[in-house]
């Protein structure tokens, strides 16, 4: 197990100690809004949120991994031991076994967070305020994909009031991107909120990031906190949120968890007790295929999708920065869920040919995984397939629906996001693939690891 300790001060200064050496520094956490999008002055345990969530992030982010040694089962976990400085110690002292269980869940390290008193945690920016949206009484992330902008516009439209959509900003063509997928959406019943951090240092980066969701959950509950809302949604279909392995050599946290139930309700009971408030997270779209999330939103459905992007790939590989790949598990969601309902008038950009990181395998496993959704008919085989359903269903349960229902509405979306994606591999054959080109890449000063969410 590798082994590192790290150390973050008040104003985001990042330190390392290595086995037997002397404290070195990293960099600095840097941690801003727009400018055009702050919603105030938050509470110290607020900032203290904030601080942790986004050193967590970085130092995920930067913390090495051993290689694996058998090459199935991936690499050793890392034991990563964090002191930080923050307000209100005490209030994190009291939820910090929670908050170490709740990262290693999300990541399959072994974590141990320590919190020393500061004055005061610096944000970067404080002292720029948003007017209030009347009658606005849910924050939503906003990734820029297609659940969540296809989640937007229904929660606009069904329920006939103002939201606030808060997206994590990566690189600067990322968040234009964001931007434009909101502008997609009625201006005058939503705000947008940017929420910026980095790391000042140089060095390479190790991907996967599976902390993402807790930063980017935080973040809206900070908001949330501070706008006085009890309600930080994320529009992910069922589905995607589950994010149920496609086969045996996934495990573990190899498929990311950012908006899985477990995570949403882990994280809520932590929120509520530091920040003492009734703070729900919630996932109103759990029970929907992704084809009948786009379904919902009717004859926006082309707007939205033309707007929105949904591939794993970053921006760094593509020359037409508005293409899709094609070929990753997340287009192949999207392509067959847009095909549900539009079939061939799909608007959406696709390149259809292997990358170094995408193809023939997550086209052969994606299908394969569909068969195998099909052919389940009791609850029983969903969960041989994979026992992480099971929080699917105590979510549910904890929303007053009953074990049997829950369970059986679990079963029924697998089954019908089967008969979606089986249905297009019949008719369209993803599998015909073109050469990849030799191009030329496209240069950015960050690399975003943020994969789409929608």
């Not at 009658?135 to 659940?147: M, P």
């Not at 869920?337 to 696709?350: E, Q």
């Amino acid at each position: 197990m590798s082994a590192a300790r790290y150390s973050v001060g008040a104003s985001g200064e990042l330190r390392v100690t290595e086995r037997h050496g002397a404290p070195r520094p990293l960099g600095r956490i840097d941690v801003a809004w727009n400018m055009l999008t702050w919603w105030g002055t938050p509470r110290p345990i607020v900032k203290d949120l904030l601080h942790i969530a986004t050193a967590v992030h970085h130092i995920d982010r930067i913390a090495p991994r051993e290689k694996s040694g058998d090459g199935v089962w991936g690499p050793p976990p890392r034991r990563i031991d964090v002191e930080l400085r923050v307000s209100e110690p005490g209030h994190w002292l009291g939820v910090n076994d929670e908050l170490n269980q709740l990262l290693r869940w999300l990541t399959d390290d072994d974590w141990n967070l320590s919190f020393q008193r500061a004055q005061d945690v610096r944000l970067t920016q404080e002292d720029c305020h948003l007017e209030r949206l009347k009658e606005a009484e849910e924050i939503a992330l906003f990734s820029g994909g297609l659940d969540s902008l296809a989640g937007a516009h229904i929660r606009i439209q069904e329920h006939d009031r103002p939201l606030y959509l808060l997206s994590s900003l990566g690189t600067p063509v990322r968040e234009h991107f964001q931007k434009q997928a909101c502008a997609a959406l009625d201006a005058s019943r939503c705000r947008w909120m940017g929420f910026q951090h980095r790391l000042r240092r140089h060095g390479r980066l190790i991907t996967p990031n599976r902390t993402r969701g807790f930063l980017f959950l935080s973040a809206a509950a900070a908001a949330a906190d501070t706008l006085g809302i009890k309600t930080v949604s994320t529009y992910e279909c069922g589905v995607g949120a589950l994010n149920l392995p496609m086969n045996g050599a996934q495990i573990g946290a190899q498929n990311t968890r950012a908006t899985h139930p477990r995570t949403l309700r882990r994280l809520e009971s932590i929120l509520r007790r530091v920040l003492e408030t009734d703070l729900r997270l919630e996932l109103p779209f759990l029970l929907l295929t992704k084809g009948e999330l786009c379904r919902r939103t009717g004859d926006a459905l082309g707007k939205l999708a033309r707007a929105s992007n949904s591939c794993d790939e970053t921006e760094r590989s593509k020359k037409d920065l508005r293409e899709h790949c094609g070929v990753c598990t997340s287009c192949l969601l999207r392509r067959a869920s847009l095909y549900a309902v539009l079939g061939d008038a799909d608007p959406s950009t696709y390149r259809c040919h292997e990358t170094r990181r995408n193809g023939r395998y997550q086209i052969e496993a994606f299908h394969a995984q569909a068969r195998r959704f099909a052919t389940m008919n009791r609850y029983q085989d969903l969960v041989d397939h994979s026992r992480t359903v099971d929080d699917a269903v105590d979510y549910l349960t904890t929303r007053g629906t009953s074990l049997h229902h829950a369970q059986e509405q679990v079963l029924s979306l697998f089954k019908r996001h089967a008969d979606e994606v089986l249905s297009f591999y019949r008719e369209r054959s993803p599998s015909d693939l073109s050469p990849r080109p030799r191009r030329s890449r496209t240069k950015s000063p960050h690399h975003d690891l943020f994969p789409a969410t929608g």
